[in-house]
């Protein structure tokens, strides 16, 4: 059956009350949130809206409206979490390139993708080095590596449509280079010059593209979550309101620690009662900043926590790529079937680097043990393991390979480290559609600073210099 189709059928019941409600008197979808808002309240609060809640007679289970189909029982017991065995790590390959399971291929994609996933992940994990180098050297204000997790970000973004929509934490390179982000228009990001589609306003790593479909990152830790299940219910009450529309998912990327702010409680519980179409990706990399996972959360990591707001979960190994696009192939087409609805994916990794160009952290961890991961496990080499005994890779091509991506870094990075600085004008615009007179007269008053204090003040980097102030 077409998708069309299936689409059509499985959200008939809300889409029809939705189109019969919304269609003919709202054109945008903030009118239409509104009044569906209003007709979910009515709905609740009508005399026909009835749910079911008394105990009947004998029974055997609660059936009380917080719990359904819980046994009653009489026998007191507290149910200790570490009683239950920790949930599995679902992967294919081992830490040697080997296919654990050889009842099945593994290659759910064509050798010419592999080796592009393989090539993006060499281009992150490059870029990294040149340009944490680069922070050293004075060059750039900041940066933060993935070394160690670019399978999870190119493996999940591989499995993504080019039309869903990603929030990102900022570890996360590897969806940018695979969603097609260019290396000009990341290091446009990086030196915060005038080709930056942010027009230089945020932090080195804080992409954005809107060609890419991906939100900027913000650094406030897990703004993004709760933002992520707004987008998904906004992409679902789209649908419902045409079906023509082209199912989409969004993917919302945060590493362990954000999964202690209030903010993705708040997310998953809303996504979850809504049945948003969103993907969640925790990255487990063992740390926040410098606190161990260890000492962060006392239960079965984060996938624990999706099952108790009763999201369908899966905890797989970030090392192993293929793992990570297979669970997240599955986990789009669940979100997407039916009445749709959130997936949890807690992909298990090591953070190989020091948490930013701003940290040590051999201060708080042992460098060998780093050592010994870098050497054991990482997603790179284990890609390229399989690849080697596939006979698609070898030796040559590998340091062919690496070349060719340092010397295209190396030219997009001295050519956009050349480019001017944005307008100072950017400084003041955008927030409003007109300027307001308050930052009209900060405009001028930042002109008058600098041509008191032309010294102090160079501004001839900046495109048009001080003339763009007028
Ligand atoms: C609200 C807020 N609190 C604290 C910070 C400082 N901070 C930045 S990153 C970070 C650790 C985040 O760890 P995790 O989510 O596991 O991501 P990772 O760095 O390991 O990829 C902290 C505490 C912040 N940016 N925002
Ligand atoms: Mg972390």
Redesign the pocket.
Known sequence: MAMKQVAQRSLRPEAALLRKRLVPQHNTLAQATVQARRWQSNRAESSSYQPSVSQRAGADSVNFPGAVNSKFTSTMRFQNPAENTAMSTYRILDADGNVVDNTRDPQNAPDKEILQWYRNMLTVSIMDIIMFDAQRQGRTSFYMVSAGEEGIAVGTASAMDPDDVCFL???EQGVCIQRGMTLKELMSQLFANKDDVGRGRNMPVHYGSGKHKIFTVS????TQIPQASGAAYALKLQRMMDPNVKPRIVTCY??????S?GDFHAALNIAATKSCPVVFVC?N?G???STASIEQYKGDGIASRGLGYGIDTIRVDGNDIFAVREAMIEARKMALEGNCKPILIEAMSY?VSH?STSDDSFAYRAKREVEEWKRRDNPITRLRKWMEKKGIWNEDMEKEARASIRKQILQEFSAAEKVKKPALRYMFEDVFEEMTPDLKAQMKELKRLIETYPKEYDVSQHEQGIKSLD
Request: proline share 5%; no cysteine.
């Open positions: 934490q900022y570890r650094s406030p830790l897990a945060f590493g362990e620690g954000a999964a702010e990255r990399n740390f926040a900043i953070r948490h």
